[in-house]
Nanobody
Framework: QVQVVESGGGLVQPGGSLRLSCTTS????????IGWFRQAPGKEREAISC????????YYTDSAKGRFTISFDNAKNTVYLDMNSLKPEDTGLYYC?????????????????????WGQGTQVTVSP
């Protein structure tokens, strides 16, 4: 099975930036839909952004639009989530998930079964 790995989380001040990375072993991400999700303490997991398959169309929640950018680097087999103007409410455990069929990307909903493979998460903390 495909192994999904996220990285790039950390502690940043409000207004700062982070780049999260998602890559895989055993799969070429150009054939996959990739979604980014966030789970804050005490809250349900939510979709943040998605890049579709096969056409790499991108989608963002209202809270992410204008601040976050999802992109795909074919040479590195990596999907990035560039996060700018970070706010304390952006704090949470960020997950990357992949799906070969590409279902559900446009909807930006958290339905775990929509994605075949999930990473273990990378922590983002936004605090003074």
């Amino acid at each position: 099975q495909v192994q999904v790995v996220e990285s790039g989380g950390g502690l940043v001040q409000p207004g700062g930036s982070l780049r999260l990375s998602c890559t895989t072993s055993g799969g070429d991400l150009k054939y996959y839909t990739i979604g980014w999700f966030r789970q804050a303490p005490g809250k349900e997991r939510e979709a943040i952004s998605c890049i579709g398959n096969p056409n790499k169309i991108t989608y963002y929640t209202d809270s992410a639009k204008g601040r976050f950018t999802i992109s795909f680097d074919n040479a590195k087999n990596t999907v990035y989530l560039d996060m700018n103007s970070l706010k304390p409410e952006d704090t949470g455990l960020y997950y990357c998930a992949s799906d070969q069929a590409g279902y559900g990307c446009y909807a930006l909903r958290y339905v775990r079964s929509d994605y075949d493979y999930w990473g273990q998460g990378t922590q983002v903390t936004v605090s003074p």
